[in-house]
Every structure is written in C-alpha cells, then in structure tokens.
C-alpha cells in the first residue's frame, strides 16, 4: 500500500508540473521584443599623398546599419609617429555632415604615422587603427614595416 501512495503522489506531481510547465510556453516573437544591436562601422581616409611641412586632412565615414551615422556621443581622433616623436593626442573631430568626421593637422616630419578613431553610439564603442606615411619613410620605419606588424599602440614607439 505504502508503494502505491508514492506512485499515485508522483503521478500526481509530475501532471501538476508538466501543466505548470506548458502554462510557461514562449512567445514566438520574443526576439523582437529585445532591441537588435546593430554595429558601428567606420572607413578611415587618408590622402593619397602627405607633404611634410603642409596642413593634411584625415576623414572617418562612420555608418551604423548601412545609414550615416551623425548623431555619435562622441568621434575623436589621435594621431601619432612610429618612432614617438610626434603625438596628437585625441581631439574631437569636426563633424561634416553625412557621417564624416574629420581633423586636420601638420605633418612637419617624414615617417610612418598611426591614426586611432574612437567614436561610439549609444552602446558601441569601436577604435579602428590605420597607418600612412608622410613623405618618405626612416630605416627604422621600414624595419617596422618589414616585422609585419601593422599596428601599433599610441605612445609605444622607440625614442632615437
């Protein structure tokens, strides 16, 4: 007798938990109701060619879901060469419109340069990296280039 009050009282417990369970069921659409996160993406452009000694242009598309991105929280640009002896540090960057943000600065020195845009929207933060050269480059910049790094944090260059 005693077994069969246990079977009847898990027969009784799992019908009680299974109807507690389906009363749980998902909503189809529950992904819709979660906001979709869509990226930042961004394109920087450089000039083709830099002259040392002239005032050069540095420009950032910043786009999120294929749309201009013109209302960021923030778009700051740095600037600096390999070897560490020229550094701009992050400074805001004039917006031009159609998600373009731009800086313009002196290039007084040859060499390899880095520049650094952080910008961010909302909930995403990106800081993509690239690299140009301004007139002609130094052998340390080549043997930098040759290492096939490619990147390059801002202050990390070697003094001469």
């Known amino acids: 007798m005693i077994g069969e009050s ?68 923030f778009v700051h640009f740095e600037i600096w060469k390999q070897d560490g002896t020229v550094h701009y540090g992050m400074e805001e960057a004039g917006n031009e419109g159609g998600g373009v943000y731009s800086i313009s600065k002196d290039f007084d020195k040859d060499g390899l340069y880095f520049v650094k845009v952080h910008a961010q929207q909302g909930g995403s933060l990106i800081m993509p990296q690239k690299q140009f050269i301004v007139g002609e480059l130094s052998k340390s910049d080549v043997e930098f280039l040759q290492k096939g790094t490619g990147k390059q944090e801002a202050g990390q260059g070697h003094h001469h």
């Open 6 to 73: 246990n079977a009847v009282k898990k027969y009784v417990f799992m019908i009680l938990l299974l109807s507690f369970l389906s009363a749980c069921s998902l909503n189809e659409n529950a992904a819709e109701l979660y906001k979709q996160e869509t990226p930042l993406k961004l394109e920087i452009q450089t000039p083709d060619t830099f002259t040392a000694g002239e005032q050069e242009t540095v420009k950032a598309t910043l786009t999120q879901d294929g749309k201009p991105a013109d209302h960021t929280d």
